[in-house]
Nanobody
Framework: QVQLEESGGGLVQAGGSLRLSCAAS????????MGWFRQAPGKQRELVAS???????NYVDPVKGRFTISRDNAKNTVSLQMNSLNPEDTAVYYC???????????????WGQGTQVTVSS
């Protein structure tokens, strides 16, 4: 049973910072991509940032220069440092991991339970 456990959400004023962390636990063989998605009320879930096992990073345009994703492969964790937050960043943030749990099957997607980030103006 694979679990992705998030921490670090909360309420912050515009211009402030938050750091999200996510740890993968359970039985798995490898982790491919890890990243963060977010879903604001009435909107679809969208990718915020991702980092591959080789360190390749991808950001969605609105967060470039403000958010930094990092990964610790030894600890199976991924973090998102969010600076210069604005009200448009308010959403539930979900940790995502693409993990391989079996030698006989390919990697599949796993999700955390979500953590609320609220930015007040």
């Amino acid at each position: 049973q694979v679990q992705l456990e998030e921490s670090g959400g909360g309420l912050v004023q515009a211009g402030g910072s938050l750091r999200l962390s996510c740890a993968a636990s359970g039985s798995f063989l490898s982790i491919n991509d890890m990243g963060w998605f977010r879903q604001a009320p009435g909107k679809q879930r969208e990718l915020v940032a991702s980092i591959a096992s080789d360190g390749t990073i991808n950001y969605v345009d609105p967060v470039k220069g403000r958010f930094t994703i990092s990964r610790d492969n030894a600890k199976n964790t991924v973090s998102l440092q969010m600076n210069s937050l604005n009200p448009e960043d308010t959403a539930v943030y979900y940790c995502h991991g693409r993990l391989r749990t079996s030698r006989w099957a390919g990697a599949r997607d796993y999700w955390g339970q979500g953590t609320q980030v609220t930015v007040s103006s």
